[in-house]
């Protein structure tokens, strides 16, 4: 047997943290590290496997032969089996060769903690240690105004596998050429952050990132981890802020992965009733299991600390909070109390929430939660789950099936949109129209707008002008910025021809000016989780399918009225109540002739008259364009 030199990066304060799952910065101790060892060079390994009789690392150092380099199981109960072995460096592959006292099991397992792992269909991981000269500290200094929830958030939702490809080579973008081509259209289009869909390493393209193995290592179907170091550091030098979609409630059976790890139920719970997913043939985290807290808390503080996130989107929050989630009677156990509520997983979020913004207060954790759970995105300390933000998927469904109708039927339904706005400040929402909107037949969303392509179009406008002057935060999915045609697909870019269209690139400009106004009007940001920024004007009006609000800032001056009229007739002479004397300025116009309307309805300075409308003292007459929004401001 080659020579393992016995070493350790754990004090006895490190196996305390980490039994009681209070450990947040794992990925300093476990895993690899390339070491110099009195003079000698190597790598120190450390792995957890509290069920295993033997560990052995195997790799290209070794000509993968089990039992020649042995690790060390450390004496205090911890299971954890460590060693330094002179000679393996970086870019050496390895797995770890586990035999275990469970029914004398082997299995051979990528390593959880492992900062860089082979291109799929290979599965080995790889030692790495490659320094990286940060160049985004202006951004990091200044970050919390731009991560605050008083501040514009608008978020575009990327797959790099399919945003954009090199066509004639048949490839993806790698990061450094999204470094280049996805900052500068981010920039252009006026997004404050980009959100992109799991880049952590995954086996399975289909899965689209959602089914983890490397927890700790950026996907190498695009390139190095200092690579999408890069990437990060180019958007934060733009001003560009960015999220990563992150996957706490389950994980693949792939035999190199986290399951059945040592020959034990180690990371997933043991009872398949809460340690399985049967529509997603996946397994669940055993969330009330110490060691498996720690490791969670510190993959998310890892991606935060190391790669300077700015966020986590927490995927399939729901799934986590209930027992009988997507399971028959008989197929769930109540919790103590006789409940459906996941009393370990919502301790889990609570904690992963904290440990979060202690360490990282300038960042937000987002919600991608759909029931009606409360207090999702309030703090801990009044009893909430302690999420920056949720998403609102609510008002997602309510508006897709509204604006899915043709407009002659919207009248009986003036309260699919109205409703949103009964519960819109009892958490701190996001407006979704993301990646899972436009897929399984659901259509793209321009493909779901009815009526002729003018219509389709103006239909198109009007719900990306209401979404943006709705309270909440915005979330569009790469495509639907130029009005993306087909539903999504994974293995093709989308369809960035469209822009020599001048509908598809109406709806561009569109979006681009859209953006440009939420970060210009503090009315649409400052209140915008708070009841006090939003007025109705008038929402009773269904005969004629209009919607009539104010938007509010912290200084009445900056107040917007918004005015939709969500039907393809005109309203020539509109009379809009105001609730003060003045003159009102057009400040947006959904119909201009560069977003494909027909530029005929504009609006000039208007003075107000003494004439009571809309249950307020003072109106004007406007006009108001067909399936078209304007807005207003005193001047």
């Not at 340690?275 to 060691?291: P, Q």
């Not at 002057?469 to 870019?493: D, I, K, M, R, V």
Request: aromatic share 16%; charged share 25%.
């Amino acid at each position: 047997m080659a020579e393992v030199i016995a070493h350790s990066l754990f004090t006895e304060f490190d196996i305390n943290l980490f039994k009681s799952g209070k450990h947040y910065k794992l990925y300093e101790k476990f895993g690899s590290h390339v070491l110099t060892l009195d003079g000698v060079e190597g790598t120190y390994f450390a792995v957890w496997a509290p069920s295993a009789k033997q560990v052995s690392v195997v790799g290209d150092f070794n000509f993968w032969v089990e039992g020649t380099h042995q690790l060390n199981v450390r004496w205090d109960s911890s299971g954890i089996w460590e060693g330094f072995i002179p000679g393996a460096g970086k870019g050496s592959k390895y797995k770890y060769k586990i035999h275990s006292n469970h029914r004398d099991i082997k299995t051979e397992k990528a390593d959880p903690y492992a900062r860089r792992c082979e291109h799929p269909p290979h599965t080995a991981s790889i030692v790495w240690d490659e320094p990286y000269e940060w160049k985004d500290s202006k951004w990091m200094k200044s970050r919390q105004k731009h991560n605050a929830l008083d501040a514009p958030f608008s978020v575009y939702e990327v797959h790099l596998g399919s945003w954009r490809k090199k066509i004639e080579e048949n490839r993806y973008l790698s990061y450094v050429e999204l470094s280049d081509e996805l900052v500068s259209y981010v920039k252009e289009m006026n997004f404050t952050h980009v959100e992109l869909m799991p880049i952590m390493e995954y086996p399975y393209d289909p899965s689209w990132g959602y089914q983890l193995t490397g927890y700790f290592a950026p996907t190498s179907r695009f390139g190095y981890p200092e690579e999408f170091k890069l990437l990060v550091d180019k958007l934060h030098q733009n001003g560009i802020g960015i999220i990563l979609d992150w996957v706490p409630s389950h994980f693949p059976e792939d035999a190199h992965g986290l399951g059945f790890f040592d020959g034990s139920h180690l990371y997933e719970h043991p009872d398949p009733r809460k340690g399985y997913h049967n529509d997603w043939k996946s397994l669940i985290f055993n969330y009330g299991r110490n060691e498996v807290k720690s490791f969670l808390i510190s993959n998310a503080l890892f991606w935060l600390d190391q790669y300077h996130a700015d966020g986590l989107r927490v995927d399939a929050v729901a799934s986590m909070l209930f027992l009988d989630y997507s399971r028959e009677d008989g197929q769930w156990e109540p919790n103590m109390y006789g409940g459906r509520e996941n009393l370990e997983a919502i301790a889990f979020m609570r904690e992963l929430n904290e440990a979060v913004y202690s360490a990282f207060p300038d960042v937000q954790t987002i919600a991608e939660e759909s029931t009606a759970f409360p207090m999702v995105s309030k703090p801990t300390f009044m009893g909430g789950l302690g999420f920056g933000m949720k998403w609102m998927m609510g008002w997602m469904h309510d508006t897709l099936q509204y604006f899915a109708k043709e407009p002659i039927y919207r009248k009986h339904h003036q309260n699919d949109l109205t409703f949103s706005m009964t519960y819109a400040f009892t958490e701190n929402f996001m407006l979704p129209l993301s990646h899972d909107e436009v897929v399984y037949g659901k259509k793209s969303i321009l493909g779901r707008m009815p009526g002729d392509e003018w219509q389709r179009f103006a239909n198109l406008r009007v719900l990306y002008s209401y979404m943006f002057t709705h309270p909440g935060t915005n979330l569009l999915f790469q495509g639907a910025e130029f009005g993306q045609s087909e539903e999504w697909n994974f293995q093709e870019s989308i369809d960035w021809h469209l822009l020599q269209y001048e509908p598809h690139k109406g709806i561009q400009e569109l979006i681009k000016d859209l953006n440009k106004l939420y970060k210009k009007e503090p009315a649409l940001y400052q209140k915008q989780f708070s009841g006090e920024g939003f007025e109705w004007i008038d929402y009773n009006d269904a005969e004629n399918s209009m919607f009539v609000y104010i938007r509010h800032g912290e200084d009445k001056k900056d107040d917007l009225i918004v005015v939709c009229n969500m039907t393809p007739v005109p309203k020539d002479t509109y009379r809009l109540g105001l609730p003060k004397a003045g003159k009102i300025k057009q400040v947006f116009n959904s119909d201009l002739k560069k977003y494909f309307g027909t530029g005929k309805y504009k609006n000039t300075t208007i003075s107000s008259e003494e004439k009571p409308w809309q249950f307020r003292d003072f109106s004007a007459v406007v006009k108001v364009p067909p399936l078209g929004v304007i807005m207003f401001k005193f001047a």
